[in-house]
């Protein structure tokens, strides 16, 4: 039973937490809800002035705004499709007993560890380089013309480099869960005649609904930010082919120096992220009790 | 009870997951390898992929022309000294809320872990302009300071959901013997909440020193960790892949082998306990 004493004493442990992570939070947003109200560029000191909702109605017209969004979805949308999918299928290849299961779990997990600039880097340079990269070798070895990934297709290019970071990820958390599933189940199944198909969708898929969900959501968290792999390979472009609203906003904030832009545009990425976190917060919520 | 598994069928998945494996691993096996080739013989065609003359001299020049250990030492500094910050903040208050719990508890959490969710774009501008102004941009405390807040609810959350397996009646039985409460942390807690703390310590070394964001925006020349470093190999002039190989084998060996020995704990960390 917690005393009065204790319970003051776990206020004050909780205090410096609780304080700190409302000023990183609550200050620069602040801030930036303030900023995007003026005009206010670092390149015109002493100009600024009360813009109301004008950086909002740029930002929101802006063409590039419009890229900028339909490439995030298709950014997050294609990464999750391929490492859920892939994730999924990894997991149950990787329940299989095997010869050196744990060697090759351990090269499957491994890219997840990697710095998302030197994944970057050696994809775009080592392995999709359209002369000298492995894949234009691998092209021209079965008589194909070589492709210039990042010429004719940017965003998949990205896209691919991302999903290899986030493969393990997915993989990882669907083997925990589908090791936690009771094999009898499975092997009543079995005994009752329901084939390997349908002990998946009827067993394991239901299983692993809940992993699924989260690895989904928090995915999507860490996907709407995807930034360093942008910056190293195309720099947003060609033209505005890769550029995803964080990048965007980047671009407006330290490139342009439009502070009222930038600030705008970041509200505009709150928003669209707690859109997401509505929803993990609850699934995880749930959990709690 | 493990199902016998006949050998033909055990084999069979033995190669195609060697080869799924090996596959999802190659990029990191080539960067490897090239790490220890000349600069020719990387962009030779066909590919050289274990037949070539091995030498090291990537690495002399690496650490000889761009000062890769200071880079090197801003990484561990920044990780290391974030993520300590970080536990000394955050050990208190998942004790706290994992043993004495009120009604707010939960919420608290909850609002935790929704910061976590706050895209760093959405703050960009005022950190920017903050650091500018106070002489924080491009030094290494104010790097540790950003990523220390930004790790803070994973770290918060990995503890709260360690420490509330270890059993309060312990606790209590040390308070009935009179203990006070910096020795019940001191000589109870401590050892239990231990292996919790250090795979919480390698998670949050492991975040800090690939995060990507902070480290690439508000570094230059004298505080960028090797993410920003590595970075600066992407100028079309910088495309040397024997070195940039030899760079980058540098940069994530450390975390590769840190990352195998904490996969487990990742699990928990990253799912804030949804999925154990």
Redesign the interface.
């Known amino acids: 039973m917690?005393t009065l004493q204790?319970?003051a004493?776990?206020?004050l442990?909780?205090t410096?937490?609780?304080v700190?992570?409302l000023l990183?939070?609550a200050?620069?947003?602040a801030?930036?809800l303030y900023?995007s109200m003026l005009r206010y560029n670092l390149l015109m000191p002493g100009m600024e002035e009360w813009a109301g909702f004008l950086n909002y109605r740029f930002f929101l017209t802006d063409p590039a705004f419009f890229a900028g969004l339909l490439n995030t979805l298709l950014l997050v949308g294609g990464v999750l499709a391929i490492s859920v999918g892939g994730g999924i299928l990894?997991a149950l290849?990787?329940d299989?007993?095997?010869?050196?299961?744990g060697?090759?779990?351990?090269?499957?997990?491994?890219?997840?560890?990697?710095?998302?600039?030197?994944?970057a880097?050696?994809?775009k340079?080592?392995?999709m380089h359209p002369v000298?990269g492995?894949f234009a070798?691998l092209a021209r070895?079965f008589g194909l013309q070589p492709v210039d990934w990042f010429g004719q297709a940017p965003l998949f290019s990205i896209v691919m480099i991302v999903s290899?970071q986030w493969?393990?990820?997915a993989t990882?958390?669907l083997l925990?869960?589908l090791q936690?599933l009771d094999?009898e189940q499975k092997?009543a199944a079995e005994m009752d005649g329901a084939g390997a198909l349908s002990r998946f969708i009827y067993i394991v898929l239901p299983h692993m609904a809940?992993?699924i969900t989260?690895v989904v959501l928090?995915e999507t968290?860490f996907l709407?930010?995807v930034?360093?792999e942008i910056?190293?390979?195309t720099n947003g472009g060609p033209g505005v082919q890769t550029t995803t609203?964080?990048y965007l906003?980047?671009v407006q904030?330290?490139l342009q120096f439009d502070?009222g832009g930038?600030?705008a545009?970041?509200?505009v990425?709150?928003v669209?992220?707690?859109i997401?976190?509505i929803f993990?917060?609850r699934?995880?919520?749930k959990?709690?009790? | 009870m493990?199902?016998s598994?006949p050998t033909r069928t055990?084999?069979g998945?033995?190669l195609?997951?060697?080869l799924?494996?090996?596959l999802?691993?190659f990029?990191?096996l080539?960067?490897v390898l090239?790490s220890f080739k000349s600069e020719g013989t990387?962009?030779a065609?066909?590919?050289q992929f274990l037949f070539f003359q091995w030498t090291a001299e990537n690495y002399a020049e690496v650490n000889s022309r761009s000062d890769y250990f200071k880079h090197f030492m801003n990484s561990v500094v920044i990780s290391v000294g974030s993520t300590l910050l970080g536990l000394l903040?955050?050990i208190?208050?998942a004790?706290?809320?994992a043993?004495?719990p009120?009604k707010r508890t939960?919420d608290?959490?909850?609002w935790?872990?929704?910061?976590?969710?706050?895209?760093?774009?959405?703050?960009?501008?005022?950190?920017?302009?903050?650091f500018r102004d106070t002489g924080l941009l491009d030094t290494r405390i104010g790097l540790t300071a950003v990523l220390t807040?930004?790790n803070?609810?994973i770290i918060?959350w990995m503890l709260y959901t360690y420490f509330r397996e270890i059993p309060g009646d312990i606790l209590e039985a040390a308070r009935m013997d009179g203990a006070s409460?910096a020795k019940e942390i001191v000589y109870v807690l401590t050892p239990m909440a231990v292996p919790g703390i250090a795979s919480t310590l390698l998670l949050n070394i492991?975040l800090a020193?690939?995060e990507?964001?902070w480290t690439?925006?508000l570094t230059a020349a004298k505080a960028a960790p090797?993410?920003?470093f590595?970075?600066s190999?992407?100028s079309p002039e910088g495309?040397f892949?024997a070195k940039?190989?030899a760079a980058?084998t540098l940069?994530?060996a450390p975390?590769?082998v840190?990352?195998?020995f904490s996969?487990r704990q990742?699990?928990r960390g990253?799912?804030?306990?949804?999925?154990?």
């Open positions: 917690a204790t319970r004493s776990a206020r442990m909780m410096p937490a609780v700190l992570l990183w939070m200050v620069p947003l801030m930036t900023f990894m290849l990787l299989q007993p095997f010869f050196g299961q060697l090759v779990r351990l090269m499957v997990i491994a890219p997840f560890f990697v710095m998302p600039t030197v994944s880097l050696v994809w340079n080592m392995l000298n492995l070798w070895t290899w493969l393990p990820f990882l958390i925990t869960a936690s094999s092997e809940r992993a989260v928090i968290i709407l930010s930034f360093a910056l190293v390979t609203v964080t906003v980047y904030a330290l502070v930038a600030s545009g970041g509200i990425a709150v669209l992220a707690n997401v976190a993990l917060v699934l995880i919520g959990n709690l009790d | 493990a199902r598994i055990r084999l998945f033995t195609v997951g060697w799924v494996g090996l999802i691993f990029p990191i080539w960067t090239t990387a962009i065609t066909p590919p903040i955050a208190p208050a004790w706290a809320m043993f004495a009120t939960k608290v959490l909850l935790m872990l929704s910061t976590k969710m706050l895209p760093a774009v959405g703050v960009l501008v005022p950190i920017y302009l903050l807040m930004s803070l609810p918060v409460l492991i020193w690939n990507a964001f690439l925006n090797l993410t920003a590595i970075a190999y992407s495309l892949w940039l190989s980058s940069a994530i975390i590769l840190l990352g195998w996969q990742l699990v990253l799912t804030f306990g949804a999925v154990k």
